[in-house]
């Protein structure tokens, strides 16, 4: 990985994908035309790759919309689309800033938002941009979001991806494992064999958070936005009730996965990085220079959402490192989705995971939760 790809591994770029053509979602400009939007214009209107079928511009009647149709297995689909209604609706969504839900279609699962010109939190996080006031400003977010009374969306529970997880790791079912690439294969082959690991997640699922409260539930940085200086949480399809280390953990995650990815890379460092081999040991004393590199974001982003709560102790604290180390493995098994082998930066980054899991008393300092 050189200076010439920015991006580095496991980046989207966001520019240059065409939007599925409009016919093709004939539910979409119906329902801009219900809501009196009248429709896109199909020359003018632009996507982003992500799981749903997006489509952003201004309509006929002049508006900024920002329509998707929520796509996949039906009852995820279901799922999803009623944790987004549910937090339009909820108290929370009056102080948590977030893109306006112009209206919904519930049969065809299309849901339109005003569009707002910003710029995405993993953009800023790959152009080096994102900087701790950034942090801070989400950390209060979401540390508004979690201090927020539960209301009827107790009933949605946001249920950790791990209780799959361990399912899957005590057996494959046969259609599931004929999808699989060689490298996912590769890696559930190591994960199914780690016993202290299996029992680290065995036992943080038996003990219950100190507290449930409203969690986005999916709280990567492609779900932050920047508009003209002012943070918003976007995506809200895993909104529900649950363990606010989820939250957390997945930011903190986020960060140091962009530090284990960056280890082959120049990025962040003040001279350039050329090595004839990358053994174990330069790998890890790299990784390390880079989690460190980014602290500064994690803690002001921790100290921003501690501010917030006040029940923010120890045991959170591991809770959170625990999330951060999850977050790890999750994006290892996603970046191994379509590849034909595992990498090793790949397989760095699930083993530092995998340590934070073990021992997250050991880490809360080192990666900024002070
Ligand atoms: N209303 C909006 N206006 C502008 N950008 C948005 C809006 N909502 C989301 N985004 C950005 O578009 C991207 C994809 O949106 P998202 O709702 O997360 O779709 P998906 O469900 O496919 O992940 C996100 O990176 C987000 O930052
Ligand atoms: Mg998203």
Same mark, same amino acid.
Request: net charge negative.
């Given at each position: ?5 920015? $991006? ?30 009248? =429709?896109?214009?199909?020359d003018?209107?632009? @996507? ?8 952003f511009?201004?309509? &006929?009647?002049?508006? +900024? ?12 689909? #279901? ?6 209604? %549910?937090?339009?609706?909820? %108290? ?11 209206g ?30 950034? #942090? #801070? ?9 979690? $201090? ?8 949605? *529970?946001?249920?950790?991806p ?30 199914? *064999? ?16 100190? *507290? ?12 932050? !936005? ?38 082959? &890379? ?12 990358m @053994?174990?040991? !330069? ?12 602290q500064?974001?994690v ?17 959170? *604290?591991?809770r959170?490192?625990?999330?951060? =180390? ?11 989705? +379509? ?14 995971g ?11 300092? #080192?990666?900024?939760?002070?």
């Amino acid at each position: 990985m050189s200076a010439a790809d920015p $991006a580095g591994p496991g980046v989207a770029v966001l520019d240059g994908f065409a939007p599925v053509p409009l016919d093709e979602a004939p539910a979409v400009s119906r329902l801009l035309e219900e809501l009196g939007l009248g =429709g896109f214009d199909a020359d003018d209107v632009r @996507t982003r790759p992500g799981r749903n079928r997006l489509w952003f511009g201004v309509t &006929t009647t002049g508006v +900024d919309v920002f329509a998707k149709e929520l796509t996949g297995d039906p009852s995820d689909v #279901a799922s999803r689309w009623e944790r987004t209604l %549910a937090f339009h609706r909820s %108290a929370a969504a009056r102080q948590i800033a977030h893109p306006r839900l112009l209206g919904a279609d519930g049969e065809d699962a299309v849901v339109a938002f005003e569009y707002l010109a910003g710029v995405t939190g993993v953009e800023l996080m790959v152009r080096e941009e994102f900087s701790p006031s950034d #942090a #801070a400003a989400v950390g209060d977010l979401v540390g508004a979001l979690h $201090a927020s009374p539960i209301g009827d969306e107790s009933a949605l *529970r946001v249920a950790h991806p791990a209780e799959r997880f361990l399912k899957l790791a005590s057996a494959i079912p046969a259609p599931l494992y004929e999808q699989l690439s060689m490298a996912q294969l590769h890696a559930w082959r190591l994960l199914q *064999r780690d016993e202290p690991l299996l029992q680290a997640i065995r036992s943080h699922l038996a003990a219950p958070p100190p *507290r449930d409260t409203l969690v986005h539930g999916d709280l990567r940085v492609d779900q932050l !936005l920047r508009v003209e200086g002012r943070w918003l949480l976007t995506d809200w399809e895993e909104f529900g009730a649950g363990d606010p280390a989820r939250d957390v953990g997945s930011f903190v995650g986020e960060w140091m996965n962009r530090a284990i990815l960056d280890v082959p &890379t120049d990025r962040g460092d003040d001279r350039p990085f050329d090595v004839e081999e990358m @053994t174990h040991e !330069l790998m890890m004393q790299r990784a390390i220079e880079k989690i460190l590199r980014l602290q500064p974001i994690v803690s002001a982003f921790w100290s921003a959402y501690a501010h917030r709560r006040c029940d923010v102790d120890e045991a959170m *604290r591991r809770r959170v490192v625990f999330e951060a =180390g999850w977050h790890l493995i999750d994006r290892m098994l996603a970046s191994a989705m +379509d590849a034909a082998r595992l990498g090793g930066i790949q397989r760095a980054a699930a083993g530092i995971g995998r340590a934070m899991m073990i021992g997250p008393e050991q880490f809360g300092d #080192a990666i900024g939760l002070a």
